[in-house]
Nanobody, 120 residues
Framework: EVQLVESGGGLVQAGGSLRLSCVASGITFDDYAIGWFRQAPGKEREYLSCVRNSDGRTYDDVRVKGRFIISSDNAKNTVYLQMNNLKPEDTAVYYC?????????????WGQGTQVTVSS
C-alpha cells in the first residue's frame, strides 16, 4: 500500500520559514517523482514543485520559484519543501503526491496534508 505522510506545517509570521517533509512508503522511491501542492480555503488546488527522484531533477511553478526549494533524500524516502519568506497568501493545506517516474504524468496517491498558516 502506498502511503505518503506530510509533516512540518504550523503557524509562522510573515517573512518566516518552514520546512515540510513528505515520507513515502510502499513505493520504490527512486522510480517515482514526488510533487508538492497546496489548497487554500475556497480555492483550487495549486501545483508548487516536483522532484524526480531518479536524478533529482526539479520542476518549480513560477509562483514559488526562488522562495520554495524542493529536495529529496532517497535514503530516507523523504522529500522536503523548504519555504522561505512566507507570505499570508501562502496560508493553505499543503499536500504531497506521487507520480510514477515523471513529474509530468498523473499523480496517484496523496498524503493527508499539513496546515501552514502565515500571520501578517
Amino acid at each position: 500500500e502506498v502511503q505518503l505522510v506530510e509533516s512540518g506545517g504550523g503557524l509562522v509570521q510573515a517573512g518566516g520559514s518552514l520546512r515540510l517533509s513528505c515520507v513515502a512508503s510502499g513505493i520504490t522511491f527512486d522510480d517515482y517523482a514526488i510533487g508538492w501542492f497546496r489548497q487554500a480555503p475556497g480555492k483550487e488546488r495549486e501545483y508548487l514543485s516536483c522532484v524526480r527522484n531518479s536524478d533529482g531533477r526539479t520542476y518549480d511553478d513560477v509562483r514559488v520559484k526562488g522562495r520554495f526549494i524542493i529536495s529529496s533524500d532517497n535514503a530516507k524516502n523523504t522529500v522536503y519543501l523548504q519555504m522561505n519568506n512566507l507570505k499570508p497568501e501562502d496560508t493553505a493545506v499543503y499536500y504531497c503526491a506521487e507520480a510514477m517516474s515523471s513529474c509530468h504524468g498523473g499523480f496517484g496517491s496523496w498524503g493527508q496534508g499539513t496546515q501552514v498558516t502565515v500571520s501578517s
